[in-house]
């Protein structure tokens, strides 16, 4: 499922902060303290999602699982 957002919230070469939560029907995502998008997952057993892929150019700083 594509999801097309109002802007671009990336800026080449600054930091930013994204926040991934998952409920039982969507994954609901925050870049730098903003709601950005809910993305409606498929998933019936949240206990089994145990990974998260990033891709690109980008290099992480920093992962918490809550």
């Known amino acids: ?9 990336f800026t080449a ?3 930013f902060e994204m926040i991934i939560r998952c409920d039982s029907q969507h994954f609901r ?3 730098n303290g903003q709601h ?5 997952h498929r998933m019936k057993e949240l206990s ?3 990974q998260v892929e990033v891709k690109g150019d980008v ?3 920093a992962v ?3």
């Not at 499922?1 to 919230?9: G, I, N, Y």
């Not at 950005?36 to 409606?40: A, G, I, N, P, S």
Request: cysteine-free; proline content about 3%.
């Open 29 to 31: 995502v925050a870049m």
């Open 48 to 50: 089994a999602i145990n």
């Open 59 to 61: 290099t992480l700083l």
């Open 1 to 9: 499922e594509e999801t097309v957002l109002a802007s671009f919230p």
């Open 36 to 40: 950005q998008l809910d993305y409606k």
């Open 64 to 66: 918490r699982v809550l």
């Open 13 to 15: 070469g600054q930091y």
